[in-house]
DNA sequence: GCAATATTTAGATAAATATCTAATAATCTA
DNA sequence: TAGATTATTAGATATTTATCTAAATATTGC
């Protein structure tokens, strides 16, 4: 996991709307896509990016591409984060 | 505290590398600067992002200028990362 | 195979960001 | 008070990022 990527992927306020919508549950491109006022294109972009940080996980269905959040990377976001942050952390250290 | 903020502060690998040099404890900015590779300049345009973000505070020691951590924003913080990162809380929700 | 649908990729442009140099502000000391 | 030190602000520039339109790719169903 690229620290970087991480934090450059939650920078942006449209793509941390995405991960919140994924929190219902797996969605298609163009079911996130609905209610952002933004082309497919630029929605498309964004979904590289959050791929690019690991964050979401993509399968394709037919002629639709699923988007869901990837869980298995919390472990490590949640590693990150404490060292940056050590109050969030429950040990003594 | 305005989570926009608080993660534009965090996207930048300079920002991040300052906040980790004051986990040590308070620092002047010259201090922060030494072992950087920019200009004071450019190092005073970071920490105005970061008190932006209410992550560091500021208290002038004579000529020196000092910044330290803002832990009373780490549980507003905490709060606003497992809003997104549901793994990374406790409770059973 | 062809048209329709869903999504991505390519290429261009506008806005935001990081950085620099030069100038300014605040404080200390001689 | 003048000069030195520390840091910020102003203004300019280069890079990065978000967005768009248009074109390309993948899949379905006829």
């Known amino acids: 996991m690229k620290q970087q990527d991480v934090f450059k992927a939650m920078a942006d306020p449209t793509r941390r709307a995405i991960l919140k919508r994924l929190q219902g ?28 940080a690991d964050l979401v996980r993509t399968e394709r269905r037919g002629q639709f591409i699923v988007y869901s959040l990837n869980s298995t990377v919390f472990e490590d976001l949640a590693r990150m984060l404490i060292d940056f942050f050590p109050n969030l952390g429950g040990g003594k250290k």
Chains 1, 2 share one sequence.
Request: glycine residues 14%; charged residues 15%; aromatic residues 8%.
């Open 25 to 52: 549950g797996a969605l298609t491109a163009g079911e996130i896509g609905e209610g952002f006022d933004i082309t497919p294109a630029s929605l498309s972009h964004h979904f590289a990016v959050l791929r690019q």
